[in-house]
């Protein structure tokens, strides 16, 4: 049903998946950049496709809005909500014979500006797995909320402008609605300012937040992509305070590289748990794990699952699919 081209191919249909290469024709399951090209035709969501063609200028897009079933060169081709951003898929393709569930990037728990997660059972399951390792458990979403909000505001009472590093799209936003929904208003960046705006075209509202323009606001938290405070996208900012948002905020080594001053572990992707979740749910016979480490296949067949490394399949399964 499918196969590995330098990346996932459904073969009937020749149709690319989260190709990083340019492909005649793509889904992007979301628009970061390890996640699309250039392609000739994209089939994303339109929340998606908007995103894709604000990074990558004007291009064909077909739009699969989620839920609703497009026949595709003799496959079914569905959507549903990743639960990772705004608009973020996973792909259901059926044959008539089989079905495979794509996941993209995921998360299972809410987040302010995303879809919630629906996971649809297939026989076979392509899984992102970035955080398969043990350690990467987080705490409950309320309670790293509450992190974060006490940090910005501490730095906001001690006279100081609270500086939130975070991927320009997806989490970004989320952070942003967090902090309005407090009462604390934003100022963005403009790579963040630029992906808010269709956020908001999409129907995600963010509340009260601007395009920093080099002067800090009193009273102001200032969101901008990692490493943005040391570039010339944000000048003016005095006595920050750098905070991180990330799920490798777990990880203690990375933690001592960043210099942040504060790191809180507020991931867009699922952890450790949701992980061994979204395979239970999923109930596939077939199991391949995509990004993060090789020990997650061994942690899914110690379990008993029927898995495998995407592109590296023993020569004894290959005629299987
Ligand atoms: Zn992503």
Redesign the pocket.
Known sequence: MFHYDRGLKITRGDLAVDFKRRAPRAFVS?A?ND?MARHMLALCTPTTGQLYQLRLGARDVLELPFRTPLEWGGLRLTTFPAG??WGSAMLLAEDGDQSLLYTG?FKLVPSATSELAELPRADILVLESTYGDPQYRFAPRAELVGQLIDVVRKALTDGRTPVIEAYAL?KAQEVTKLLTDHGIPVLQSKAVYEVSCVYEKCGMKLGNFRLFENVPLDGHAVVAPPGMHRGAGLQGVRRPTRIAVTGWALDPASRRRTGFDHAVPLSDHADFGELLEAVERVGAREIYCTHGPESFVDELRNRGFNAFRLGKVPATTRLLF
Do not use: K, L, Q
Request: proline content about 0%; charged content about 15%; some cysteine.
């Open positions: 979301h970061h996640h990772h951003c990037d997806g």
